[in-house]
């Protein structure tokens, strides 16, 4: 079975912080995708890569960074983290080509 | 307008009932169509994948594809409280991989 895994499933941090949210895949998977999910807005895709050190902005990506040093591993950075960006995160992966995106169970992060 | 549009909910139904959730998309372009399930504090799962207009069935679940007017639906049959879930439609739009997502609905199957 595909996992995907975020490392953590819950956090609390302060306005300002930086904040590092981790995403492993084990089926060597090419596409990995970020995306935060709000009542009422759904799935919103903030960043997605292709490739090892390769990054593609997503549809809401101000606020956010990413990194992808191992093609296992995609990391989402919030600089300094802000009250408007408390959410749940949510971390998806695919083979290159495929359309079904496999999700890790979230992360729900609270800015205060 | 959103390029898939689906409503919120929540739904509640008894036990049994024939579930029916719906979506419609603007884009013609569109061709693929998911469902995805996401229970309560898990990442979405996916459900059901179609292409093309029509039918497809896979045990209590029928996905229904309707590009003369937009419009896909997902069937439950014989719901169950375990159904209880939210449900999002899914489309993928570019050779990237990447998917438009509806905003879900949420679903409640009432024993």
């Known amino acids: 079975d595909v996992k995907v895994t975020q490392s953590s499933r819950y956090l609390v941090k302060r306005t300002g912080e930086k904040v590092f949210l981790e995403c492993v895949q084990d089926?060597?998977?090419?596409?990995m995708f970020w995306y935060r999910q709000d009542p009422g807005l759904g799935l919103r895709l903030i960043y997605f890569s292709y490739d090892v050190k390769m990054k593609e902005k997503g549809d809401i990506p101000e606020g956010y960074s990413v990194s992808r040093e191992k093609k296992e591993r995609f990391s989402l950075i919030l600089e300094s983290a802000s009250t408007n960006q408390t959410s749940m995160y949510l971390c998806?992966?695919?083979?290159?080509?495929?359309?079904?995106?496999?999700f890790g169970a979230g992360t729900r992060l609270s800015v205060l | 307008q959103k390029e898939v549009e689906q409503d919120p909910g929540p739904l509640s139904v008894p036990e049994g009932a024939i579930v029916s959730l719906n979506c419609t998309y603007s884009n013609s372009a569109f061709q693929y169509f998911m469902w995805y399930r996401q229970y309560s504090r898990k990442g979405p799962e996916l459900l059901m994948y179609t292409y093309s207009s029509g039918n497809k069935e896979d045990g209590r679940f029928t996905a229904q594809v309707d590009k003369s007017s937009k419009y896909i639906s997902l069937f439950i049959r014989d719901s169950q409280p375990s159904d209880s879930a939210t449900y999002l439609c899914?489309?993928?739009?570019?050779?990237?991989?990447?998917?438009?997502f509806g905003s879900g609905t949420r679903l409640s199957i009432r024993p």
């Open positions: 899914a489309t993928p739009y570019s050779s990237a991989s990447k998917i438009i």
């Open positions: 998806a992966s695919n083979l290159g080509g495929s359309n079904i995106q496999y």
């Open positions: 089926m060597d998977h090419e596409n």
